[in-house]
């Protein structure tokens, strides 16, 4: 099994929804399945296995969540394969089911249980033969690589008032900033959150810079805890952190100082407090998903090198994870964001050049953040690494941001 999240954005950059994607089998490890991967198992939806696995709490606390169906699995048994309040699931079709009438009967049943519908990779070509389907749809995503979508939603407005509409595949902030303008959407969906900054001369907040040279101070591997405690002491919102934490794990000692909170922490819990606390800080002022983004893959990096061959180097993984989108964070481009972060030449490779031992771990991780399950598959029949492990890796690193959280 193999599942990634996919966010979806307001106007205020909230994430509203998550699209759940899965794949049960790694088809490339068998060339049967090449020319059957649609149909394999196709009554049996992934996704809901992946609620079911980890709690749909564990995935998101309120978002929905789209859940994509094929032209077989929209006639299985839905009902018995989703386990969670069904207001909470946006089913997501594609041109694979076709506007014939037992697929829309199908539509009608699911509906009255309680289901959501959603529906992507229509051409214009493909409006008015749907018009049966889009009656019935809650959303519409237009795909702004592959339409001109300002027209397309002029057009649903008219035929379609009750659609909400997604500008999807959205690949720069520009576009969204100008969809944004424009007005009609609902949802953004895209990769424009997470696109690296090429160019700018972007001060950096004093307050910033006192969180980077807390993390530099941390990621020394020897570093000293009255040094790490002293720039803690500048901030009141981390101090107070500090001694929530502590005063958690000993109820009945009296903390005298920063100092005595910090010894007693210890160097490796610190850090640990600390790299957290700080990456969420940092991003205070950015959309929560790149916050989040940061963290999920700091952990799954970290989760990922042991089948990587590099269980050694996991904690130095993390750091790369975690400073993978400093240049977002920062708004300058990664080599001068990097050059205020005390990172090793093996990061600085990987981040800057796309290139050295740790690059193969983050091309894959991103490749596994988009759902690009034919690159992700390939990498694991070349180094060999399970598809359970990595589902396993995947699970535990949202399982960790749950419980970090709460």
Known sequence: MLATLIPLFDQEMKVKAYSLYGQKKNFLLDARYL?????????????????????????????????????????????????????????????????????????????????????????????????????????????HQKIVISKAKIYFRAQYPNVSLVAGNLQSQEIFEELKEEGGYEYFEGDFYRMPITKGDTEIAPLKLNYIELLNVVNDSNFDLTDAADVI??????????????????????????????AMLGQKELRKWITTAITKELCSDKPSEVARLSLLRAKFAESLAPLFEMAVQSQELFLMGLFSIIDLILEKPMDEALDMMNVSKNIRAALVDHGGPYYKLLSFIEAYEAGNWQEVSRIMVLDKIGMDDVYQAYIGTLEWYRDLFK
């Open 35 to 143: 020319s059957t991967a649609q149909q394999y198992d196709a009554v049996n939806i992934p996704s809901f296995e992946v609620i079911d696995s980890v709690g749909i709490d564990t995935l998101t606390s309120e978002a929905e969540i789209f859940i994509p169906i094929t032209n077989i699995s929209i006639y299985s048994d839905i009902n018995g394969q989703c386990h969670v309040p069904h207001d909470r699931i946006v089913l997501l079709m594609d041109n694979s089911i076709t506007p014939t009438t037992d697929s829309i009967k199908r539509i009608k049943e699911l509906k009255a249980d309680g289901y959501k519908f959603a529906i992507r990779k229509l051409g214009v070509q493909d409006f008015e033969p749907y018009r049966e389907i889009l009656l019935l749809v809650d959303y519409v995503i237009l795909n």
């Open 233 to 262: 002491g500048r901030d009141t919102a981390l101090v107070m952190s500090l001694l929530e934490i502590v005063n958690r794990m000993a109820r009945n000692s009296e903390i005298t100082s920063i100092r005595h909170a910090a």
